[in-house]
């Protein structure tokens, strides 16, 4: 039996597959679809105090997919959806006894996430106790909510205070949910596990806007809001996860940030996350989504021989050095064509002729003579570019010199990796 289970500070999830806070839950009835869906737990709606806080401006969600395929098959848009409109008394009284009764029934935790005004730190710590008294098994402190954001970033001290003063206060967990832009990133990663931090939700999706040019207007709404930008989120949510996770090792990590596919979420759980949350995959793909996520990761570890997804947590994280240190381990610094290291080549049997090659690559090393692909290899910089853009892997990157191969598009480059380091040593 392949068990896809996890655990945030003692709870236990059902599957590592969540969904991240966003209009998927705010109710009862919104909470039981994701639990039929397959969701390991229900993660709600940022809910909120202030009546300054929760207005929505009407339109508030705006797809990009009529600008190109790209922003379609990625599922980007622009979102002006505030937190949760109804007053904090209805949502305690209603909502969210609503999706406890939900979660309890279907053996899943409900996680509660929120946020108060910076400037009242007390307010965090009580309305993470009512929720707690409501029935949230974990609490999610909405630290990235662009509506406070820069008073974080201004008083970085407010977060450690407000994590400390919630932990005092409740016996659930409680993790925060932060934005992909708070520098500097290890410090504040250090000072939040201090404070005691059960978890960290890594990332919200950063602000943007788009231009019509048609229309020669702002697309949607004349302002900057959220820019849930799909797929292409992946490396940088995953890239600050990893240097959160070599700063402090312990400090469990919920990833969120392009999660479309299965191989997406594998990314997170390889590199050390707890579990990961699935949000604009579900808008653009539906609430599917999470089963195809599921049964893909499971057919991979099948496959693997891994039973558990324990078994493969983190297996990734110290492979990844600094780019400090590979500059270090470099052989040919300063090299230059034509005396750089590596070069193209190329399997005219696999190759179709296509030149994608040709035209992305910048130094004219790929030319087409009576239906041949020729290789300039005095001009070539040793870029691997032509490699990863190959359509059918005909080309490969190959030493100048032995003729060994480097690159084949797939994993890690042979130079960079630590058995290579180690024979250099």
């Given at each position: 039996?392949?068990?896809?289970?996890?655990?945030?500070?003692?709870?236990?999830?059902?599957?590592?597959?969540?969904?991240?806070?966003?209009?998927?839950?705010?109710d009862?009835?919104?909470?039981?679809?994701?639990?039929?869906?397959?969701?390991?737990?229900?993660?709600?709606?940022?809910?909120?105090?202030?009546?300054?806080?929760?207005?929505?401006?009407?339109?508030?969600?705006?797809?990009?997919?009529?600008?190109?395929?790209?922003?379609?098959?990625c599922?980007?848009?622009?979102?002006?959806?505030?937190?949760?409109?109804?007053?904090?008394?209805?949502?305690?009284?209603?909502?969210?006894?609503?999706?406890?009764?939900?979660?309890?029934?279907?053996?899943?935790?409900?996680?509660?996430?929120?946020?108060?005004?910076?400037?009242?730190?007390?307010?965090?710590?009580?309305?993470?106790?009512?929720?707690?008294?409501?029935?949230?098994?974990?609490?999610?402190?909405?630290?990235?909510?662009?509506?406070?954001?820069?008073?974080?970033?201004?008083?970085?001290?407010?977060?450690g205070?407000?994590?400390?003063?919630?932990?005092?206060?409740?016996?659930?967990?409680?993790?925060?949910?932060?934005?992909?832009?708070?520098?500097?990133?290890?410090?504040?990663?250090?000072?939040?596990?201090?404070?005691?931090?059960?978890?960290?939700t890594?990332?919200?999706?950063?602000?943007?806007?788009?231009?019509?040019?048609?229309?020669?207007?702002?697309?949607?709404?004349?302002?900057?809001?959220?820019?849930?930008?799909?797929?292409?989120?992946?490396?940088?949510?995953?890239?600050?996860?990893?240097?959160?996770?070599?700063?402090?090792?312990?400090?469990?990590?919920?990833?969120?940030?392009g999660?479309?596919?299965?191989?997406?979420?594998?990314?997170?759980?390889?590199?050390?996350?707890?579990?990961?949350?699935?949000a604009?995959?579900?808008?653009?793909?539906?609430?599917?989504?999470?089963?195809?996520?599921?049964?893909?990761?499971?057919?991979?570890?099948?496959?693997?021989?891994?039973?558990?997804?324990?078994?493969?947590?983190?297996?990734?994280?110290?492979?990844?050095?600094?780019?400090?240190d590979?500059?270090?381990?470099?052989?040919?610094?300063?090299?230059?064509?034509?005396?750089?290291?590596?070069?193209?080549?190329v399997?005219?049997?696999?190759?179709?002729?296509?030149?994608?090659?040709?035209?992305?690559?910048?130094?004219?090393?790929?030319?087409?003579?009576?239906?041949?692909?020729?290789?300039?290899?005095?001009?070539?910089?040793?870029?691997?570019?032509?490699?990863?853009?190959?359509?059918?892997?005909?080309?490969?990157?190959?030493?100048?010199?032995?003729?060994?191969?480097?690159?084949?598009?797939?994993?890690?480059?042979?130079?960079f990796r630590?058995?290579?380091?180690?024979?250099?040593?």
């Open positions: 039996m392949i068990d896809l289970s996890s655990e945030i500070g003692g709870v236990r999830l059902k599957s590592a597959l969540l969904p991240g806070s966003s209009e998927l839950a705010f009862g009835p919104s909470a039981g679809r994701l639990v039929r869906a397959g969701a390991g737990a229900v993660v709600t709606k940022t809910f909120t105090s202030p009546d300054r806080m929760r207005i929505r401006i009407r339109p508030y969600e705006f797809p990009l997919a009529r600008f190109g395929k790209e922003f379609a098959s599922g980007s848009f622009v979102s002006f959806s505030a937190p949760h409109v109804a007053e904090m008394e209805k949502v305690l009284k209603m909502n969210v006894r609503e999706m406890v009764d939900v979660c309890r029934l279907a053996r899943v935790p409900l996680i509660a996430s929120f946020y108060e005004d910076f400037g009242r730190p007390e307010d965090w710590s009580e309305t993470a106790r009512r929720f707690e008294e409501a029935g949230a098994d974990l609490i999610e402190l909405n630290f990235s909510s662009p509506s406070n954001k820069q008073v974080l970033e201004e008083h970085p001290e407010i977060g205070k407000i994590i400390s003063i919630v932990r005092r206060r409740v016996r659930v967990p409680a993790g925060i949910k932060i934005s992909p832009t708070i520098e500097p990133l290890e410090k504040r990663a250090r000072e939040w596990h201090q404070a005691g931090v059960s978890f960290i890594a990332h919200n999706a950063p602000s943007g806007i788009f231009i019509d040019v048609e229309r020669e207007e702002p697309y949607g709404a004349p302002s900057v809001g959220g820019y849930l930008m799909g797929r292409p989120f992946l490396p940088w949510s995953l890239g600050r996860i990893v240097q959160m996770k070599q700063a402090v090792p312990e400090l469990p990590v919920i990833g969120i940030g999660i479309s596919e299965w191989q997406d979420a594998l990314q997170y759980l390889l590199v050390g996350c707890v579990a990961v949350g699935v604009t995959g579900v808008y653009a793909k539906g609430l599917g989504v999470f089963r195809k996520i599921e049964k893909g990761i499971a057919g991979w570890m099948e496959r693997k021989g891994y039973g558990r997804l324990q078994d493969f947590q983190g297996k990734v994280l110290p492979m990844i050095t600094s780019a400090a590979l500059k270090l381990r470099e052989i040919a610094p300063f090299a230059v064509p034509p005396n750089t290291p590596y070069a193209p080549r399997d005219p049997s696999r190759c179709s002729r296509c030149f994608t090659c040709g035209k992305r690559c910048l130094y004219a090393v790929f030319r087409r003579e009576k239906n041949r692909l020729l290789i300039d290899e005095e001009r070539c910089w040793s870029c691997g570019a032509c490699i990863g853009v190959c359509p059918t892997g005909a080309l490969v990157l190959a030493d100048r010199t032995t003729g060994e191969l480097v690159w084949d598009g797939e994993g890690t480059a042979r130079p630590r058995e290579a380091w180690r024979k250099k040593e």
